[in-house]
Structure formats: structure tokens, C-alpha cells
């Protein structure tokens, strides 16, 4: 299979979400919510460690889009229904198409937390893996301390598959231990 000339919808819906694949031009609705949670960003997604332009946040939206276009990666940003608000982002990445499996990250700003809204989006865009990639399974990894990352997992109905002891280094250099949940494709 060439993913290359797969054919992904570039959106899916949700009860109150529209999740969709990035865009030219979302850098300056997606700024504002990074600058918003940068300081809740921080400790977990290393590319928040520096606070970003609307160029910089523009930049890494067209990058985005090519490598949504190259199958490499399927960044998907969620925005409220009722008023086309940007809440965060998510998506399919570090795809192994031979599988295929696929890893979810999340964020949501941080204005828009403990709404539901992160799990809303992961159990919408893991079904979307399994029912129309074909994906055999799906996962999702965290900091071990990053207790609210946790709750979506387990919430999405990502069972603890374990944990990855002094697995990488977090951003100050120390030696943190990864958790994986994963769901496999039913049946």
C-alpha cells in the first residue's frame, strides 16, 4: 500500500467538534491558544519550550499541511461546532504504515480544559484510524507525570499497557519514564 495515494478525509465531526487537518493560514487562530497554555505546554511537548510567533506558529501550520499531504504525519486540530473556535490539536503521528499502527498526541487550550473536549477528539480520531486507515492499533505515550494527559488516555478507553523506565530525557535533562496506552483494532 502507497499511502501516498491513500485518500484521507481532511475532516471528521463529533457532537461538538470539528476535527480537520491543517490549513494555510491557521497560525493566527492557533498562536493565541499556544500563548495562552504555553506554561501548561511546557513540561511535556518540547516544542513549547520556547513561546512562538504567529510566524513561527505559521510556519510549523505549513509544515503541517506538506506532511499531512505526504502521509508522514496527521496533524488534526479540534474546533468547537457552535462557534468555530480553536480548542487544540491532536492527530496521527509517528505512522508506521507497514502495520499500520499510529501514535495520538493532544493539547487543548487551556481556557477550554476539563470540558471533555481532548477525549471528544482522541476517541473520534482513534475510530477514524481503525475504521478508515486500517489501523491494527493505536497508541498513545506520556511523561508519566503528565497525570492529565493520563485521564484523556484512560477516559478514550486507552488501557495502560505499561511503562518505559528512564525511557528519554524531559526538557531540563533529567530521565523520565514514558507511559503507553494503546487500543487494538476490534474483533
Known sequence: MNPLLLHIPESLETERLLIRAPRIGDGAEINPAILESINELRPWMPWAEN????????????????????????????????????????????????????EIGYWTRTSRCGQGYACEAVRAIADFAFTTLGACRVEIRMDERNLPSQRVAERAGFPCEGILRAYERDLSGSLRDTRIHARMRPG
Open 51 to 102: 513561546a512562538p510567533t504567529v510566524s513561527d506558529t505559521e510556519e510549523n501550520s505549513r509544515r503541517a499541511v506538506a506532511r499531512f499531504i505526504l502521509r508522514e504525519d496527521l496533524r488534526l486540530q479540534y474546533y468547537l461546532k457552535s462557534d468555530g473556535s480553536f480548542i487544540g490539536s491532536s492527530g496521527l503521528h509517528r505512522i508506521d504504515w507497514s502495520v499500520p499502527k499510529f
